[in-house]
């Protein structure tokens, strides 16, 4: 069965540092999304990404994040000064018609 | 806004027992409902979704739900749990597709007792 894969599992990075989570979406699917689980908390939205542009973000989504999809088989998160909030797990999902399917995540410690 | 709700933060059950976890959302238009799992440090499995017909669904591992319109409920249900049943169980919704995201609810966190 097709997959999400998510590199890497397990990053740590020191407040202030740029990270980039990285997802290779189902091949053909075409909607693509990212969100995020501090610990001990729901899963939130962040962000979709439709044709080649964000078609809905939330409010956490602010200026520190961006999304791309340089290649058309990669799908990146991209935090630029990271915080202490940010520390969570990250789960990108990917869809084509009427399921999600949803990658195994990259847990985020920002130390 | 959207709402799911899950009113049980954490169930402990008896394997072997029956298990019913609740989830209500706002009311909209043709809801899709989902029920995922999610293991400890693990991703989110689908277990379960609803778009439309039948009004029971059945998932993998012997899970069922029951969409009940009049009561905005999606209730998880299994008649005998196992061991490894033990996880968090979320249950989301969306109100239609196009790039709609899905809203999830707090979960329910299940143990199992032998």
């Known amino acids: 069965e097709p997959e999400v894969t998510q590199t890497p599992s397990h990053q740590v990075t020191q407040m202030g540092q740029e990270v980039i989570l990285r997802c290779v979406p189902i091949s053909n699917h075409l909607y693509f999304y990212w969100y995020r689980q501090i610990l001990g908390q729901k899963v939130e939205f962040l962000v979709s990404?439709?044709?080649?542009?964000?078609?809905?973000k939330s409010e956490i989504f602010d200026d520190q994040f961006s999304v791309e999809r340089p290649d058309g088989s990669n799908f990146t998160l991209k935090i630029r000064s990271t915080k202490l909030e940010d520390s969570a797990m990250y789960f990108c999902a990917s869809r084509k018609e009427y399921g999600y399917t949803f990658g195994s995540g990259t847990r985020l410690t920002v130390v | 806004a959207q709402s799911v709700t899950q009113p049980d933060i954490h169930i402990t059950v008896s394997e072997g027992a029956s298990l019913e976890l609740r989830c209500n959302y706002s009311?909209?238009?043709?809801?899709?409902l989902f029920w995922y799992v999610q293991s400890p440090g693990q991703g989110l499995q689908l277990l379960l979704k609803y778009f439309s017909g039948d009004t029971l669904v059945q998932g993998i591992k012997g899970f069922e739900a029951e969409f009940k319109r009049s009561q905005s409920s999606f209730n998880l249900r299994k008649p005998s749990v196992h061991w490894s049943d033990a996880a968090e169980y979320f249950c989301a919704k969306i109100s239609n597709f196009g790039n709609e995201k899905l809203t999830f609810g707090t979960g329910t966190r299940l143990t199992i007792i032998p």
């Open positions: 990404f439709y044709n080649n542009e964000i078609s809905e």
């Open positions: 009311y909209g238009a043709t809801p899709y």
